[in-house]
């Protein structure tokens, strides 16, 4: 089979491609040059582009290099940079995913006559107990990437693989080892790519759009701080909120952009009912048409964060409603929510999150 594997100059790629080799298919790897301006985090400086083509040239295959920074900027960037201006939380890594490695490259792979794609991310394809394929959780629990990838659907189901899901990363990390691949001991990467560590977050966004000051209160109303940037403040945030030394504890409860105030308050009051999913991604039309017959669910929030059970219903136009068993923490709008089948281990669907209640 020609496969071809993206390369992202980490451990995980490396060994997908080795793996693949091994396996008698014919790899060439690519590099996606993705963003073009400074970084020092992530997984898209000039260090992991040469890392990924030694990793390859060590393997004995081919390695590409596909320039889709326009693509980058248009579809992840703008979009993460419009998100906070609105107040909302977005996750670009997903968006990386859902339109640069799941939708550009492999539209790309397929013109180029590939026969499927390989990542490195510690996810499954499997057939459920219908057998329909399916995104599945990683074997390494620690590690497992399928909130990332839930929008793997349709035909793209069995174009992608995952060579790597079935590994634990101690067990990638020694297959590199054993294979002297130079990234073997090579860090994972951590943080959002565009996002340089001197100055972080705030210094990105302050180069790209105003900050509004804003009022923060408490529930009552009453003004107990202030804060430079709204655009910088989210749903649940409990540090550099503005609040005077030695007052109690709160953390965010709303973001109010037409008055430029923070709300603020205990914890407590983050507990919701329900939290409304847009823009939904479907593995399959049935788990679409499935929803508001109480289908019991898992729903994650968050990349590493734990599942709580709740049940599906229809929205408004292409909203879904989770409605959770027991109240729960509010979602940032703007967050990824996936929701997995009640064993926890494929994907039924996830989108973004717009509203609590």
């Known amino acids: 089979m020609k496969v071809l594997v993206a390369m992202s100059g980490g451990v995980d790629s490396s060994v997908a491609a080795a793996l693949l080799v091994a396996g008698g298919h014919e790899v060439t790897g690519v590099t996606m040059r993705l963003w073009g301006g400074e970084s020092d985090t992530g997984c898209c400086s000039v260090s992991d582009v040469d890392d990924a083509r030694r990793a390859a040239q060590q393997l004995g295959v081919d390695h590409l290099v ?11 960037v703008a979009p993460y940079v419009r998100g906070h201006a609105d107040g909302l939380t977005p996750n670009p890594c997903i968006e990386c995913n859902r339109h640069l490695k799941f939708a550009r490259l492999v ?32 074997a390494d629990a620690a590690k497992d990437q399928s909130y990332v990838v839930h929008m793997l659907c349709g035909a793209d189901l069995s174009y992608v693989l995952f060579p790597i899901g079935g590994m634990t990363k101690d067990a990638v990390r020694a297959e590199a080892a054993r294979l002297g691949l130079r990234t073997a001991s090579k860090p994972d ?3 959002v790519c565009f996002i340089a560590r001197d100055g972080g977050r705030a210094r990105f966004l302050g180069e790209r759009l105003p900050f ?54 205990d914890e407590r009051a983050l507990d919701r009912p329900t939290t409304t999913v847009r823009g939904v991604a479907w593995p399959h039309d049935a788990d679409a048409a499935a929803v508001g017959s109480g289908r019991e669910v898992l729903v994650q929030s968050s990349a590493h964060g734990a599942v709580h059970p709740a049940v599906l219903e229809h929205g408004r136009d292409d909203e879904v409603t989770v409605r959770w068993r027991e109240p729960q923490r509010a979602v940032a709008p703007g967050q990824t929510t996936v929701f997995y089948d009640p064993a926890n281990r494929f994907v039924v669907g996830g989108g973004i999150s717009c509203a609590t209640s």
Do not use: M
Request: hydrophobic share 40%; no cysteine; aromatic share 4%.
């Open 212 to 265: 509004t000051p804003a009022r923060v209160v408490d529930e009552a109303g009453g003004e107990v701080g202030r804060v430079e940037a709204l655009e910088l403040v989210t749903v649940g945030q409990r540090r550099g909120i503005g609040l005077a030394g030695g007052a109690p504890k709160r953390v965010v409860l709303r973001v109010d952009r037409a008055s430029a105030t923070v709300v603020v308050g």
């Open 66 to 76: 596909f320039n889709f920074s326009d693509d980058f900027d248009d579809r992840v």
């Open 107 to 138: 539209e790309r792979a397929r013109l180029l006559g590939f026969d499927a794609v390989a990542t490195g991310h510690h996810a499954r394809i499997e057939p459920d107990p219908r057998g329909s394929l399916r995104v599945a959780r990683g």
């Open 189 to 191: 990467s951590q943080d």
